[in-house]
């Protein structure tokens, strides 16, 4: 670890071991020798619980982590899709380079306590052992948890296996339990429930791959779905009925590349066109659409976004990376500093 490159920050956290409950403790004692003082605390933290509660229930912010592909490019990294919400972080798919965007949002990788994956293709996990090793040594206070479709428990079994010998090296001197890697398979349904928040899971049509999964997150009056991987999906528009917004992947071709190309006309087949995607949109009509996973083979971003123009007058929008929304009454999209 370079110590020139390590947060100040950083080092504060580890010189001060967990839990900080005493110092709270200390200093609510110490409050409490004058009354009123505590009295008026007590009074503004209880408006803050309450303020904060009620515009936490109307508001949620969504950062894209990586809007790329399993091609290589340094602007779009592997998928990746954080939403905050309840003051909690939900983290879909931690594909190549998570991490990294992570630390440029500004966001600890111990910040993340749960990962949700779509499927299981390379391109959407391969961030998923820097997520999970770094957190460890940034302290992450419980284990990081990732659920994902059938055939995750074994990733993550494997991923436990291939690192044995640094959890070996770095237990003999860090608690262990920030090291637990949980994992838990899920099918089509709502897989979370907690502070205000439910995830649901559903299948989305990536064939040959099975199970691949989308997911929606409801908070509040506020919703937003993520398409993962697919072609154009009747269940996937069923699940994304009312919802604010659309993450959907993007897939575009020049016709005469496919026509020439089997290979490329195999994986157009398991993605979503323009066409397909203003199709998708007419029928679900989110307050904003954005596209991730942007595959594009002889088009550019701009002409992808005029065919779906053509037929699909909403609010759209070209996915980037660090791309960060603000979803409330108002949906505002800004780039992160
Ligand atoms: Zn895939
Ligand atoms: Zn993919």
């Known amino acids: 670890m370079c110590a020139l490159t390590f947060p100040v920050r950083h080092y504060f956290r580890l010189a001060i071991p967990r839990p900080l409950g005493f110092n709270l403790a200390m200093g609510y004692f110490t409050d409490a020798l004058n009354r009123r003082l505590f009295k008026r605390r007590c009074l503004a933290i209880l408006l803050l619980c309450l303020c904060g509660s009620l515009t936490w229930a109307d508001y949620l912010e969504i950062t894209l982590l990586g809007t790329g592909t399993p091609r290589l490019s340094a ?5 990746a899709t954080l939403i905050q919400a309840g003051g909690k972080y939900f983290l879909f798919d931690a594909g190549r380079g998570a991490v990294i965007r992570l630390h440029q949002a500004d966001i600890t990788p111990d910040q993340i306590e749960q990962v949700f994956i779509t499927h299981l293709h390379s391109d959407h996990i391969t961030g998923l052992d820097d997520l999970w090793i770094t957190g460890w040594i940034y302290q992450r206070p419980s284990a990081l948890k990732v ?3 059938e055939g995750t428990k074994h990733t ?22 920030h090291a637990q890697l949980l994992s838990e398979e899920v099918t089509q349904g709502v897989i979370y429930q907690a502070s205000g928040v439910t995830i649901t899971a559903f299948y989305v049509d990536h064939k ?7 997911y929606r997150l409801d908070f509040g009056d506020r919703s937003v779905l993520i398409s993962g991987d697919t072609t154009y999906s009747d269940n996937l528009i069923k699940h994304a009925q009312d919802v604010d917004v659309l993450i959907h992947e993007i897939a575009g071709s020049d016709a005469t590349l496919v026509a020439r190309n089997p290979r490329l006309a195999k994986i157009m087949a398991y993605h979503t066109n323009p066409q397909q995607l203003a199709k998708v949109l007419q029928k679900t009509q989110p307050r904003l659409a954005v596209f991730n996973h942007v595959l594009l083979f002889g088009m550019t971003e701009e002409s992808a976004l005029a065919q779906i123009r053509q037929d699909y007058p909403g609010r759209i929008e070209m996915g980037y990376d660090l791309m960060h929304i603000q979803l409330g009454e108002k949906i505002t999209v800004n780039t992160l500093p």
């Open 156 to 177: 993550i079994d494997a991923l436990r296996s291939m690192y044995h010998k640094d959890i070996h090296y770095r237990t003999s001197n860090v608690r262990h339990e």
């Open 147 to 149: 659920y994902g479709p």
């Open 75 to 79: 602007e779009r990294y592997g998928s």
């Open 208 to 214: 040959p791959v099975e199970p691949a999964l989308g």
